[in-house]
């Protein structure tokens, strides 16, 4: 079974999502950098880790993008 590996800082980033999910009309909320989804499908995630997710490691941006063609 594959080991999941955690960023030092996964409880702070963890917490940071944590809180903006629990604000009014947010439906979801991305681990690496806190953004508050207001709305959700795989095609909005896929555009927020190809574009617009400062902290994403450079592989989950690069499948974003090819998801989106």
């Not at 809180?19 to 009309?25: G, T």
């Not at 953004?35 to 400062?54: L, Q, R, S, V």
Request: with cysteine; glycine share 8%.
């Amino acid at each position: 079974m594959a080991k999941v590996h955690f960023p030092a800082d996964a409880e702070a980033k963890l917490r940071r999502a944590v809180r903006n999910a629990k604000k009014p009309r947010i439906v979801g909320a991305c681990f690496w950098c806190g953004h508050g989804y207001t709305k959700y499908t795989h095609e909005i995630e896929d555009e927020h880790f190809a574009n617009g997710c400062p902290n994403a490691p450079e592989k989950l941006k690069a499948d974003a993008k090819k998801r989106l063609g």
